[in-house]
Nanobody, 126 residues
Framework: QLQLVESGGGLVQPGGSLRLSCVAS????????IGWFRQAPGKEREGVSW????????YYADSVKGRFTISRDNAKNTAYLQMNSLKPEDTAVYYC???????????????????WGQGTQVTVSS
């Protein structure tokens, strides 16, 4: 069974940090590009950050650039999203997803990712 499981969400004050983890089971994560997406109440799901499978190149949405860092540990079959300097507008359910197309370039759209975790809630509030 192919599965992604996120963890690490929670309640944090503005300016704080969280580290999200995404553990894969049933398949080898290092073959695929990984994306982190988020969905706030009443809003569409949006891409936050992506990491390639081929050379580890990373990409970020403008809204999180300089504050978030995506990484992967292939030995642990796990991807991470380090989130620093969190803002109230970062509040959302965060999802990790895998693009199993085996394309060498990183795709960024929600519909291009075909394996999703269940999500983890991140709330930034004082």
């Amino acid at each position: 069974q192919l599965q992604l499981v996120e963890s690490g969400g929670g309640l944090v004050q503005p300016g704080g940090s969280l580290r999200l983890s995404c553990v894969a089971s049933g398949f080898t994560l290092d073959y695929y590009a990984i994306g982190w997406f988020r969905q706030a109440p009443g809003k569409e799901r949006e891409g936050v950050s992506w990491i390639s499978s081929s050379d580890g190149s990373t990409y970020y949405a403008d809204s999180v650039k300089g504050r978030f860092t995506i990484s992967r540990d292939n030995a642990k079959n796990t991807a991470y999203l380090q989130m620093n300097s969190l803002k109230p507008e970062d509040t959302a359910v965060y999802y990790c997803a895998a693009d199993r197309s085996l394309l060498k370039f990183v795709r960024r759209r929600v519909y291009e990712y075909d394996c999703w975790g269940q999500g983890t809630q991140v709330t930034v509030s004082s």
